[in-house]
């Protein structure tokens, strides 16, 4: 059994609903072992920067509800490729050593990572340098590989799925074609899971490249049948067979530099042209980001948090706590960091099985 005495937990990457659920869960399940608790502020950049902070438990009371995460966060940190100023610049340096100095300062034996793809590749990083590290796989994605569910997904789906309920009666009422545009990057979960929760016609997901002709000729068979609207999801990486995914900018000097968007606007336009059907476009973006965690995702994220400490506990460090058959397991960070998970095609039986169209078929 380890024995660790203090032990720090960071944020890393975009917001996700239920991180502070998360942090809370880690805080008291040391303090129930009789460990001292640092939160590392926004990201991996307080690591370097030494921004790091012990919390009591004051600090994580009444935070389980919240949105967002009391210690920050980032998505442009790393410490192996850190940005320090110079000559009216930047230059990149590996700062990992100056990170572990900060940590072994204050006594900080473990690390709690709660992050997606990009911070499971930076905790990859330090386990291999020695530090024992467990990870939290936090995404709205859904899309990191050896888990049935990341939390934040599920407030996410609840989001888009509303969204879906409002734009119904909108559409309805004047006869368009309304689409909803959502997150995911190169994975199609939302988009199936609030597609199908909210009663979509059309789902568009990258997994399955879409022809524009099919989605053309199932919102007309809805026409031909006496549907005067339709609801169409779009996930922001879908794109056309023989195309490419739409980018609505390339930011450099970001761990992210391709940020997708635009693809549902982009449909609308070509929809109304090809069907003559007034379209409309609404873009959910950050939304799906923020605001209170739902109670699956409150409870998920404490399953987590407890999980992950049990791991450090036992000595089971270079994990990542993962949800397996409504278990909570340990798996390798190594075989995951860098891995996609994408909507398994056979789950779209469901879907075809009760008339939705998915822009393979006409």
């Known amino acids: 059994m380890a024995k660790f005495k203090s032990v720090g937990v960071l944020t890393g990457g975009g917001d996700c609903p239920g991180l502070n659920a998360v942090i809370r869960s880690v805080a008291r399940a040391c303090f129930s072992h009789g460990i001292r608790v640092w939160g590392v502020r926004n990201g991996f950049g307080g690591l370097v920067e030494n921004d790091i902070v012990e919390l009591a438990d004051k600090d994580i009371s009444g935070i ?25 610049g930047y230059v990149y340096k590996d700062m990992s050593q100056q990170a572990l100095t900060n940590l072994r300062t204050r006594g900080i034996e473990a690390l709690v990572v709660i992050g997606g793809d990009g911070s499971l590749r930076i905790a990859n990083e330090f386990d291999q340098l020695g530090l024992p590290v467990v990870s939290v796989p936090k995404t709205i994605d859904n899309d990191i590989p050896r888990t049935e569910r990341t939390f934040g997904f599920d407030t996410a789906v609840a989001c ?60 007309k068979a809805r026409r031909a049948q006496g549907k005067l609207f339709s609801l169409v999801v779009v996930a922001e990486g879908a794109y056309p067979v023989g195309g490419e995914m739409t980018v609505a900018r390339i930011v450099e000097n970001s761990p992210e530099k391709v940020r ?36 699956y995702d409150r409870i998920l994220s404490t399953r ?24 909570i ?15 398994p095609l056979e789950a779209l039986h469901v879907g075809r099985a009760i008339g939705v169209c998915f822009g393979d078929e006409v």
């Not at 967002?68 to 850190?82: A, K, M, V």
């Not at 798996?331 to 909507?343: L, Y």
């Open 64 to 88: 389980l509800p919240r949105g967002g995460t009391i210690l920050g966060t980032t998505n442009r940190d790393n410490p192996f490729s850190y940005a320090v100023p110079h000559e009216g």
């Open 160 to 219: 888009a799925s509303e969204a879906l309920d409002r734009l119904h009666t909108t559409a309805e009422s004047h006869h368009r074609v309304m689409l909803l545009e959502v997150m995911g990057r190169y994975a199609g979960w939302i988009a199936f899971y609030s597609g199908m929760a909210g009663g979509a016609d059309v789902i568009l997901i990258p997994e399955v490249p879409y022809k524009i002709e099919a989605v053309v000729a199932a919102i």
């Open 260 to 295: 997708l968007g635009g693809v549902g606007d982009k449909l609308a336009h070509e929809l109304e042209e090809l069907t003559g059907f007034e379209s409309r476009c609404t873009v959910l973006g950050h939304l799906q980001r923020g605001g209170s965690p739902t109670a």
């Open 304 to 327: 987590y948090g407890v999980a992950a400490v049990d791991a450090l506990v036992a000595g089971k460090t270079g994990t990542m706590v993962a949800l397996q058959k409504n278990s």
């Open 329 to 343: 397991v340990t798996v390798p960070i190594r075989d995951i960091a860098g891995q996609p998970s994408n909507v």
